[in-house]
């Protein structure tokens, strides 16, 4: 007989782990890794209790996996017990190609592969590794398997990751906006012609959930401070590897040398056939990061040694978000810090430059959330009479900002 695992977590209480095969991927030193990865990336520079991490996360919604399943099966959803666990592992593994700082750093240290693919390539040396044991799982997480509603519960409008983000990002930040009443969700789920939806009488629990990720967005991730730190991030690393390939010694740790003076993009393609990129990969997390931070307030390259000091002191970016477009905003920035500090203007968009940020609360053009109406129809939630997700909600909010120094 099996030993059943249990972790405490401070959200859900209990988790249960009785599949040998799950503490198995826990146990790896790649999921091991997600320890030293931070959720929410410097959301913590704003909130403070904001320390939580992938490993955390990644927990959790393999506990939302185990009740949503759990619920379709009192509804006579046929699931097998091998499409279970292939289900959790899916969403056990779902963020384990996230690089440093999570979304921060994700296309500046491994420019144009995105952490779901590096989470493919992951999953498939791992399932290598322990002779084909995540086939099924490999095949709900990109969607080829023939169940489709058990991908939507791993990657949609409504999966059990967002689920999990919602609620722990709310519980660690203290913004009660974003707290959801995920228990009623997942009692609501159903399935209609292998599609995931959700019982018209869940409808006013949905609305909460997109919601309350509108008010996340705008009030913890894309925190005008929040945005500010991780543009700070990006410039430091932006300038790092510019020096690197101009042949400047730096000092890092080792994987963080692979990967700043490799000469050139890498592809989905190189990390498929370069054991080496993926290897050296799963071993960056924070810890690297800050480390090299930490040294380079030291460097004689003034533009590097300034923003790291920014960084280490939290003498953050100021950053102001408009919907006019802010050019000449940006104009007047220049020729204030011109004046103030000793800067050659080709370095002067580390210290000031604009850019633009955008949410979309819900997109009615991609996957959608179904509700399965009583009379048998099935209708998209902003399609319900008085919904509150509307096409006016449904929209992708757009922000100019501009982002600077004070000296």
């Given at each position: 007989?099996?030993k059943v695992?249990?972790?405490?977590?401070?959200?859900?209480?209990?988790?249960?782990?009785?599949?040998?095969?799950?503490?198995?991927?826990?146990e790896?030193?790649?999921?091991?890794?997600?320890?030293?990865?931070?959720?929410?990336?410097?959301?913590?520079?704003?909130?403070?209790?904001?320390?939580?991490?992938?490993?955390?996360?990644?927990?959790?919604?393999?506990?939302?996996?185990?009740k949503?399943?759990d619920?379709?099966?009192?509804?006579n959803?046929?699931?097998?017990?091998?499409?279970?666990?292939?289900?959790?592992m899916?969403?056990?593994?779902?963020?384990?190609?996230?690089?440093?700082?999570?979304h921060?750093?994700?296309?500046?240290?491994?420019?144009?592969?995105?952490?779901?693919?590096?989470?493919?390539?992951?999953?498939?040396?791992l399932?290598?590794?322990?002779?084909?044991?995540?086939?099924?799982?490999?095949?709900?997480?990109?969607?080829?398997?023939?169940?489709?509603?058990?991908?939507q519960l791993?990657?949609?409008?409504?999966?059990?990751?967002?689920?999990?983000?919602?609620?722990?990002?709310?519980?660690?930040?203290?913004?009660?906006?974003?707290?959801i009443?995920?228990d009623?969700?997942?009692?609501?789920?159903?399935?209609?012609?292998?599609?995931l939806?959700?019982?018209?009488?869940?409808v006013?629990?949905?609305?909460?959930f997109?919601?309350?990720?509108?008010?996340?967005?705008?009030?913890?991730?894309?925190?005008?401070?929040v945005?500010?730190?991780?543009?700070?991030?990006?410039?430091?690393?932006k300038?790092?590897r510019h020096?690197?390939?101009?042949?400047?010694?730096?000092?890092?740790?080792?994987?963080?040398?692979?990967f700043?003076?490799?000469?050139?993009?890498?592809?989905?393609?190189?990390?498929?056939?370069?054991?080496?990129?993926?290897?050296?990969?799963?071993?960056l997390?924070?810890?690297?990061?800050?480390?090299?931070?930490?040294?380079?307030?030291?460097?004689?390259?003034?533009?590097l040694?300034?923003?790291c000091?920014?960084?280490i002191?939290?003498?953050?970016?100021?950053?102001?978000?408009?919907?006019?477009?802010?050019?000449?905003?940006l104009?007047?920035?220049?020729?204030?810090?011109k004046?103030?500090?000793?800067?050659?203007?080709?370095d002067m968009?580390?210290?000031?430059f604009?850019?633009?940020?955008s949410?979309?609360?819900?997109?009615?053009?991609?996957?959608?959330?179904?509700?399965?109406?009583?009379?048998?129809?099935?209708?998209?939630?902003?399609?319900?009479d008085?919904?509150?997700?509307?096409?006016?909600?449904?929209?992708?909010?757009?922000?100019?900002?501009?982002?600077?120094?004070?000296?």
């Amino acid at each position: 007989m099996n030993k059943v695992k249990i972790i405490n977590d401070p959200v859900y209480g209990f988790l249960r782990f009785p599949e040998p095969e799950l503490m198995q991927i826990i146990e790896h030193p790649w999921f091991q890794r997600l320890r030293n990865i931070r959720q929410m990336g410097l959301a913590y520079l704003v909130y403070p209790g904001a320390m939580h991490t992938r490993f955390h996360h990644s927990l959790g919604a393999c506990h939302l996996m185990d009740k949503a399943l759990d619920e379709l099966k009192t509804k006579n959803i046929e699931l097998s017990k091998e499409d279970c666990l292939a289900a959790r592992m899916a969403i056990l593994l779902h963020d384990v190609g996230h690089a440093p700082f999570s979304h921060s750093l994700e296309h500046t240290l491994v420019e144009g592969v995105s952490h779901e693919t590096i989470s493919h390539i992951i999953m498939q040396r791992l399932n290598e590794e322990f002779d084909g044991m995540l086939d099924r799982a490999l095949q709900i997480f990109d969607s080829s398997f023939p169940k489709k509603y058990l991908h939507q519960l791993v990657s949609s409008q409504l999966d059990v990751d967002r689920m999990d983000y919602l609620n722990r990002d709310s519980f660690y930040t203290g913004v009660s906006e974003g707290v959801i009443g995920y228990d009623r969700i997942l009692q609501m789920l159903t399935v209609r012609n292998n599609e995931l939806m959700v019982e018209e009488k869940g409808v006013h629990s949905v609305e909460k959930f997109i919601v309350a990720r509108r008010l996340m967005y705008w009030q913890v991730y894309l925190h005008k401070t929040v945005l500010g730190a991780e543009q700070l991030l990006i410039n430091i690393f932006k300038r790092a590897r510019h020096l690197a390939l101009d042949g400047v010694h730096l000092f890092t740790t080792r994987p963080m040398h692979y990967f700043l003076y490799i000469d050139g993009k890498l592809t989905q393609k190189d990390f498929e056939e370069t054991p080496l990129h993926l290897q050296q990969f799963c071993e960056l997390d924070d810890y690297d990061v800050l480390t090299c931070i930490k040294e380079w307030q030291m460097h004689d390259d003034k533009v590097l040694s300034m923003l790291c000091k920014m960084m280490i002191l939290r003498k953050l970016y100021k950053v102001s978000f408009s919907q006019q477009s802010l050019a000449s905003n940006l104009e007047q920035k220049e020729e204030e810090l011109k004046k103030k500090l000793d800067i050659r203007k080709e370095d002067m968009h580390y210290f000031a430059f604009t850019g633009t940020t955008s949410n979309s609360t819900y997109n009615a053009d991609d996957e959608q959330i179904c509700i399965a109406m009583k009379d048998g129809s099935v209708r998209d939630i902003s399609e319900i009479d008085n919904s509150l997700v509307n096409q006016t909600l449904a929209r992708p909010v757009v922000k100019n900002y501009i982002c600077y120094i004070q000296p």
